[in-house]
Nanobody, 125 residues
Framework: QEQLLESGGGLVHAGGSLTLSCAVRGRTVSRSGVGWFRQAPGKEREFVSGISYSGDSTDYVDSVKGRFTIWRDNAKGTVYLQMNSLKPEDTAVYYC??????????????????WGQGTQVTVSS
């Protein structure tokens, strides 16, 4: 069964840090690129960061560059998102998903599937 499962969310003060984990299980998704997305109340789902299967290629939305770092440990089947200098505007439910097609841009959620259930990140001011 193809499955991605997020963990590591929580409540932090502005300026704090969190590390999210995405456990990737399944023959197809374990060899796929993975993206992190987030969705705040009343807003559309937004691409945050992505990483290729090899880990050699990474992408970030401009608003998190220099603050967030994505990496993966394929031996453990896990993709991580280290989030530093968190801001209240980072508050959202964070999802990971496997990149199943390469038709659109890396930031387009339509290229992704097997979405996790999400983990809440709340940053207080």
């Amino acid at each position: 069964q193809e499955q991605l499962l997020e963990s590591g969310g929580g409540l932090v003060h502005a300026g704090g840090s969190l590390t999210l984990s995405c456990a990737v299980r399944g023959r197809t998704v374990s060899r796929s690129g993975v993206g992190w997305f987030r969705q705040a109340p009343g807003k559309e789902r937004e691409f945050v960061s992505g990483i290729s299967y090899s880990g050699d290629s990474t992408d970030y939305v401009d608003s998190v560059k220099g603050r967030f770092t994505i990496w993966r440990d394929n031996a453990k089947g896990t993709v991580y998102l280290q989030m530093n200098s968190l801001k209240p505007e980072d508050t959202a439910v964070y999802y990971c998903a496997a990149r199943l097609t390469y038709i659109r841009s890396v930031s387009d959620p339509l290229d992704y599937g097997h979405w996790g259930q999400g983990t809440q990140v709340t940053v207080s001011s």
